[in-house]
């Protein structure tokens, strides 16, 4: 197998084997191919980009081309356990329509997104006093795709607002995962494991 | 296995029907011309049905015996191509109502000793898909693993996976729509009427005398617009002048794209009869998937295990990406495996047909995954 990002190993390690799953900018396919071959799981895709989208077909994968701010729509109610949103969200027009959508279709939802809050993203605006360019957010304010940037206290409050329960949550930096407790400033990447909150 | 006469190229077979048509009526005996590449595995897994478009035919792979010109996807079927006649049992048939070989309005009634004309049955594509199962019977094919095609072929793939689908592990629809819009039907209607018109059609009785090919010319020129964009048409022809440096002021054809559309047209005659023309457009317009599964799309595909690959044109305005979105969505819904992806290219609706190498890619990538 590939080596997978650290983001999306994490996510294919704690999908339930034999899972339905929707992976929701599934890139070229990467993420579901590994749930197929080492989970059994039976996988489909949403993706953008069509080059990315032949990728993932050569793989034996189902692969929608599709915008997630538009096409979500198309699915039907819980009509799979996982949801799948990874490093997406920050490029959504609208990224609460689109969590909604996500705990419409799945039971669950795995979101994952670099978190604008880490310290390196907070000195690079503070001492530089220009939009910040790191290892996780490479591209330039004006080229972004990064339209709704977040931080991971930003996304607990909102997921709080919207009646969601955070199921787990992990933190990572690099490829090694860091405490919950100073996520906000120390992690550079967070993945929140999603469920509709019965109790609310 | 080699000496069986019912595979090679340009066969013919008359099988007994009766085939129950969409309309209520039987039709028989059903005469289909078709080809065979590539050899039937003993498991019989390995069959593939290319189902051709409008006025297409058979000859999807090898030279056409009247015109020598190679078959019309070469590119993508053959030895080594993504549709891998090496590996995989390749067949394409004309469809019923053409004029290829298959029963069509230009074949002679036995009733009569006179071709049917008009006494030929309305048609529909899944008439087509029936008489192509009654084909696969004969071949001794049960289950395709593929059943392949773009624009009316991918008509023919979506209408199959609905129809037979135990029958189908795989569909590949490109540049195709689930059913015929408005604008679909009036453009076919715009060319039936042009047939109409020519005096020489005589209500569809003119297999004695000539043919109305005036008629049936205009009708292919106004569809041979639609299967271009306009990008295309003015890259190829813009405003330049045909064989001469000034207008005529006069009605002769000025314009380079007024003469290639006369020369389309004109070529389009000699080579297609113009009743199977108004009969397959018909087909075509009385296509709606979700009519025939109670106006939900997705209750045509309910429950299926085929698996789907979609594949439209940027530039296609004849079938438009919307429409493809909308068979995936259904698809989805239904909770069929399935993959689409628009793809971007200059030739509008022809690029089926054409140069376009992520085409080849991804049929390649679909094929290979489903061995």
Redesign the interface.
């Known amino acids: 197998m590939t080596q997978l990002r650290p983001d999306l190993a994490l996510i294919a390690a704690h999908v339930a084997p034999g899972s339905r799953v929707l992976d929701v900018g599934c890139g070229d396919g990467a993420l579901m191919a590994a749930l197929r071959d080492d989970r059994g799981c ?1 996988a ?1 895709g949403l993706e953008i980009d ?1 080059g990315n ?2 990728a ?11 915008d997630a701010d538009v ?1 979500l729509a ?3 109610d819980a ?1 799979f356990d996982y949801a799948i949103l990874s490093q997406t969200l920050q490029t959504a027009r609208a990224p609460h329509v689109v969590l909604d959508e996500l705990l419409r279709i799945g039971r669950r939802a795995f979101v994952s997104f670099p978190n604008f809050a880490h310290w390196r993203v907070r000195l690079s605006l503070l001492l530089g006093g220009r939009m910040p360019v790191t290892r996780l957010l490479p591209e330039r304010w004006y080229d972004t795709p990064n339209i709704h940037h977040v931080t991971v206290d930003d996304f607990r409050a909102h997921v709080a607002e919207r009646g969601l329960a955070v199921e787990r949550a992990w933190f990572l930096r690099g490829d090694r995962q860091t405490g919950g407790g100073a996520a906000n400033l120390l992690a550079e990447h967070a993945v929140f494991l999603l469920a509709r909150n019965h109790h609310h | 296995m080699i000496d069986d006469q019912r595979f090679g190229l340009a066969r013919r077979v008359t099988l007994p029907g009766p085939l129950r048509l969409d309309s209520g009526a039987a039709f028989a005996p059903v005469e289909i011309a078709y080809e065979t590449y590539g050899t039937l595995a003993a498991d019989r897994g390995n069959a593939v049905l290319v189902c051709h478009a409008l006025t297409g035919d058979q000859h999807l792979a090898s030279a056409h015996p009247r015109t020598g010109k190679p078959g019309w996807w070469t590119r993508m079927v053959g030895p080594g191509r993504p549709i891998d006649t090496g590996r995989d049992f390749v067949v394409c048939a004309n469809v019923l109502g053409s004029c290829m070989g298959s029963s069509g309005p230009a074949s002679v009634d036995p009733a009569t000793g006179r071709p049917y004309a008009m006494a030929f049955p309305v048609i529909t594509i899944r008439d087509m898909v029936r008489a192509q199962a009654m084909l696969l019977d004969h071949l001794g094919v049960g289950t395709l693993r593929a059943v392949v095609g773009g624009s009316m072929g991918g008509m023919q793939a979506l209408s199959w996976a609905a129809t037979f689908p135990d029958r189908v592990r795989a569909a590949v629809v490109i540049a195709s729509t689930a059913r015929h819009t408005a604008q679909n039907i009036a453009f076919h209607e715009v060319g039936r009427q042009a047939v109409m018109a020519d005096p020489n059609w005589r209500e569809g009785d003119y297999y004695a005398a000539s043919a109305p090919a005036a008629g049936l010319a205009v009708a292919r020129m106004a569809a041979h617009i639609t299967y271009l964009s306009e990008a295309g048409l003015t890259e190829k022809f813009g405003r330049r002048l045909q064989g001469r440096d000034a207008k005529s002021f006069g009605f002769d054809a000025d314009f380079q794209v007024e003469s290639y559309l006369r020369h389309q047209g004109m070529a389009f005659t000699d080579r297609f009869d113009a009743n199977s023309y108004l009969y397959i457009t018909r087909a075509m317009d009385y296509f709606d998937l979700a009519e025939e599964h109670g106006g939900l799309l997705a209750n045509a595909f309910r429950g299926t295990r085929t ?1 789907f ?1 979609i594949v439209s044109f940027d530039t296609d305005w004849l079938y438009p990406t919307a429409e493809s ?1 909308a068979v ?2 259904a698809l ?2 239904a ?1 069929a ?8 290219s200059p030739f509008g609706h022809d690029a089926f047909l054409l140069d376009v190498p ?1 085409l080849d ?2 049929v ?3 094929m ?3 061995r």
């Open positions: 039976d489909r069509g989208v032949a993932a077909m050569a793989r034996g994968l189902s692969v929608a081309q599709g096409d198309g699915y039907p009509s | 698996r690959a979105r995936v969505q989805h819904a909770g495996p399935a993959s689409f992806v628009e793809l971007s992520a890619r991804i390649a990538g679909f290979e995954a489903g």
